[in-house]
């Protein structure tokens, strides 16, 4: 089974902060790494696939980066709609999930 | 426009099998390379992957849950339904169906709103 880790599991930040957050694969997945948003009592959504690929409708400022092990999402400019957990999942044997960050306001 | 929604018991007892239905529109689960998959987010915790079924009638199971899960489809009805046998209060939580598309790497696009099911005598 691939396990997914992410760090930090929360973090505290300020409207117009830069945040990253980061999801470690325990073995190599090429790109197959998704990331998710979901605020509370909603579904999950999709932000970005394939790494880096950024879903139809998602604010330029989401980014994702990475390939094999490692992977990043980053927010360039924090906005208060995004407060939220986000979860990484990787799909290329089966699909797990990581345990989410919750980015929480400062 | 594609759409999901997932339906079944919102209370079972423990040992009880747990069915719930995926009712969808939007794709068709005969289409190349489409599938339906079940997610699990017990309450406060992380999202977990249960099973999916392809537009083959190929089917994969979480290797932990594997025993206890069967996933079939009825084409004619776009519905996808999900078994678990032997239900614990463990098992409470919110049960998503999604859509798994075939583009990029294969992930879940499309989700249902969810429906919480709790486990208790």
């Known amino acids: 089974d691939i396990q997914m880790t992410q760090s930090p599991s929360s973090l505290s930040a300020s409207v117009g902060d830069r945040v990253t957050i980061t999801c470690r694969a325990s073995q190599s997945i090429s790109n197959f790494l998704n990331w998710y948003q979901q605020k509370p009592g909603n579904a999950p959504k999709l932000l970005i696939d394939a790494a880096s690929s950024l879903q139809s409708g998602v604010p330029s400022r989401f980014s994702g980066g990475g390939s094999g092990t490692d992977f990043t999402l980053t927010i360039s400019s924090l906005q208060p709609e995004d407060f939220a957990t986000y979860y990484c999942?990787?799909?290329?044997?089966?699909?797990?999930f990581g345990q989410g960050t919750k980015v929480q306001i400062k | 426009q594609i759409t999901l929604k997932e339906s079944g018991p919102t209370l079972v007892k423990p040992t009880q099998t747990l069915t719930l239905t995926c009712t969808f529109s939007g794709f068709s689960l005969s289409t190349y390379g489409v599938g339906v998959g079940w997610i699990r987010q017990p309450p406060g915790k992380a999202l977990e992957w249960l099973a999916l079924?392809?537009?083959?009638?190929?089917?994969r199971y979480s290797p932990s849950l594997k025993s206890r899960l069967t996933i079939t489809k009825d084409t004619s009805k776009n519905q996808v339904i999900l078994t678990m046998t032997n239900m614990d209060p463990v098992d409470t939580a919110t049960y998503y169906c999604a859509h798994r598309r075939m583009a990029g790497a294969g992930t879940f696009d499309s989700w249902g709103q969810g429906t919480l099911v709790t486990v208790s005598s």
């Open positions: 999942q990787q799909s290329y044997s089966l699909w797990t």
């Open positions: 079924i392809y537009w083959d009638d190929d089917k």
